[in-house]
C-alpha cells in the first residue's frame, strides 16, 4: 500500500511518479514565469520613471524655449523702437548657445 492508502500496483504507481513528475515541472514553470513577470514588472518601472524624468525634461526645455521667445520678441520690439542697432541685437544673439538673450 501507498501512503495514502492506495493498493500498490504497478501501473498506480506509475500514475503516481507521472502525477508527481509532472507537478514539479509545473510549479518550476510556474516559478520561472513569476520571475519573468517581476523581472518585467520591475522594468517597466524603471520606463515608466524615466518617461516621467524625460517628460520633465521636456516642460522645463519648452519653457525656457518660450520664455527665451518672448524675450527675443521684447528686444526686437524695443529694436523696432529704436532702442538698440539691429548688429548690436543680432550680435546679442549669437553670443547665447542656442540664440538666447538676456
Known amino acids: 500500500m501507498l501512503n495514502d492508502g492506495v493498493p500498490l500496483n504497478p501501473d498506480i504507481l506509475a500514475l ?52 527665451s521667445g518672448e524675450a527675443r520678441v521684447a528686444k526686437e520690439n524695443e529694436y523696432a523702437r529704436g532702442g538698440e542697432s539691429m548688429v548690436d541685437f543680432a550680435q546679442d544673439c549669437f553670443r547665447r548657445p542656442g540664440g538666447q538673450r538676456n
Open 16 to 67: 503516481k511518479n507521472k502525477y508527481v513528475r509532472e507537478k514539479h515541472e509545473l510549479e518550476e514553470k510556474a516559478g520561472e514565469l513569476e520571475r519573468w513577470i517581476a523581472e518585467t514588472e520591475a522594468e517597466n518601472e524603471r520606463i515608466g520613471q524615466k518617461l516621467v524624468s524625460i517628460r520633465e525634461e521636456l516642460e522645463q526645455a519648452e519653457a525656457q524655449h518660450e520664455r
